[in-house]
Structure formats: C-alpha cells, structure tokens
C-alpha cells in the first residue's frame, strides 16, 4: 500500500509538471514566435539568410503576356466592328534583385530593383518568333500627340505615313512588338516632335523593361516598429507622384508590392505603390484559402480599383475618365493614348467588351488577387 500511494504521488507530481509545462508553453511560444518572425521580417543585415532573402528574392516569377490578334483589319477600316482572338501566354522568367542599398538613420533603407526577363519556351503558348497583327501603336500615337498642332506639322506627319508605308495595323513577330524594332519613322518623329518618345533607335511595348529598374525606394527596415516594415518612404525621393488631379490619388501608400508588414487581420486593406501604374493601389481582403497546405488570406481588385469619379469619387482625381473600368494613364506615359484594365475588360463598362468580338471576360481567368499568409513574412503568393 505504501507503494501504491508513493506511485500515485510521483505520477500526481509528473501530472502536475506537465500541466505547468503545457500552460508555459501557451504562454511562451507565442511570444518566441513573435520574435522570431519579427527578426526574420527586419530588414537587417546582420540576420543573414532573410536579408539575402530579402536583397535577391529567390521566389520564382512569371511575367505572362497575351496578344489579342486582329482577324479583321481590313473590314475595320471599312467600318466593321473589330474582331480578335486571344494569342499567348508568352511567358518570361523574371528576376529582381536589389542593388544600391543604403541604410539611413531614420530607420529606413534606400534600394534600386533591377530585373531582368528571359523567355521561358517551356511555360508558353507560342513562339517568340510568330507573327501577330496588332494596331500600329507608332501610327495611333502619332496621330494623337500632332492632333492640336499646326497644317504644316500634320501635313508632314501624312506624307512620312506614305514614304514610310506605315499603315494602321502591323504585322511582326511577338519579340519585335515587345521588346523592339528599328523603324525609320521612329527616327522621323524624333527629328519633328524631340523628346516627345521615350524610344531611340527601336521601339517596342518593354523597350526599356529588361535590364532596368523601377526607380529608387526607401521603405521602412521595421527595426523601430514592426509594423511599418517595408512601408514606402519616399519613392525618387519623393512622398507623393505629380501625375494625377488630386492630393489622394497623387498618394504613396503602402509598400513596394513584394512584402507586407506580419501579423495581418482582414480589416487591414492591402497597399502597394506600382511604378509601372503610376499610383497606389488598394487590395481586400475577401476569404480565407490555403496556399499548398499554408493557411492564407486572399486579397483582391475591388471593383472600384478602376472605376470612374462618377461611379466612385475618390476616383475623380484619375479623371479624365471613360467609362468605369479602364484607367486613362496618359498623363505618366508621355501624353501617349494608353489605358490600363483587367483582362478583357473584366469588371469594366459591358460597353468595352460589346464594341470587340472575341472578348470573354472571366473572373477566375482575369481577376486581380494575392494570396498572402497573414502572420510570416507576406510574400506574395498567386495572381
């Protein structure tokens, strides 16, 4: 009986141990993993593998392309309404690595990102080398940057149409359209509108994309307040672009759209500054999802992202507008006529679509959205 009751006793004070252990360890671990994420998310030299993480990402990207090919380019001219067939994806492995690090005193650290894109034949739908007729982009943006000026200017712009045989559609191979081509007209709107281009020698849609940056930022390393961590500075050091009509859309809000602060709940929006947007966008949250196993928030486009000011205000500032759902960014891209929206017109006024044959917006094919995994560091995942 003795025995018994000092086993009963011994088990009762293992029992015990455990017990405290396990109200530790409710206690204890989530701080310890606090810690450790807000050490790994730092942006700190001296915490080895995250910085180099961080200056070189070594998460794989893909920059896919799509063509709509016109099918009627003749009928167009005569009035007919356009049609197209969707070509692609081309695919292009992108890398992104920071270069000119400058850490400052105030707890911020100023980078340039270089990139650089290779063809990935094994992830596309197509050659480099097809052809695609597309609409002559240098014709359309001739056209419309000497509507205002002088008879002389545009009678010259009509003869140069003629030597040149520059017609209204183009037919090139998808690495010409893309990432350049000589042209001699290029060289003639250079010689009567000087500077008007950002193109010299070869024109292309990525001329200048490969081998190049997207400008100087300064982010926030977190070492004072987590919180802020890769939260946007300045960017050029600037606080706010110029580009827009109002102090809210001319904003830089949230980070450079790589990296997120931890710790995430859903009420907090996700923000990101696009140099090649020209703005600050805003994404929410809509669901929770997994991502291979990991527990994630998605965050997507709302559908104001590209909305005009009369269907939403806050918009107003982007105006000159169309209709919702296609964003005028001529005002960041040389006055030239271009517009930015989801594929295919995705949640934009049905008359975009309606005016194209061809066009078959999708949501699960052409929305916007990141998966994100809310406590770690907030890589973006899918889109």
Known sequence: MASLGKKSIIFGAVGLLLVTFGVVLVFVVPVIMKQQVE?????????????????????????????????NPKEILLGEKPRVEERGPYVYSERKQKTNITFHENGTVSFVELRTFHFNPEKSVGSEDEYVVVPNILVMVSSLMTRDMSFAIKFMLNTAFLIYNQEPFMNRTVKEILWGY???????????????????????????????????????????DISKVQMVDTWNGVKEVAYWHSEQANMINGTAGQMWPPFRTPSQPLEFYSPDACRSMTLVYEKEESFRGIPTYRYSAPDYLFANGTDYPPNEGFCPCLASGVMNVSSCRFNAPLFMSFPHFYKADPGFSDAVSGLHPSEQLHSLFLDLHPVSVCLEMSS
Do not use: H, Q
């Open 39 to 71: 050490k790994n998310v730092r942006i700190d030299p001296s915490s080895g593998f995250a910085y180099e993480m961080w200056r070189d990402l070594p998460v794989p990207f893909f920059f896919s392309i799509y063509f709509f090919e016109v099918m």
């Open 182 to 224: 000589s042209d001699p007209f290029l060289d003639f709107i250079n010689t009567i509108m000087p500077n008007a281009l950002p193109f010299k020698g070869k024109f292309g849609l990525f001329a200048d994309f490969n081998n190049s940056d997207t400008g100087v930022f300064t982010v926030n390393t977190g070492e004072e």
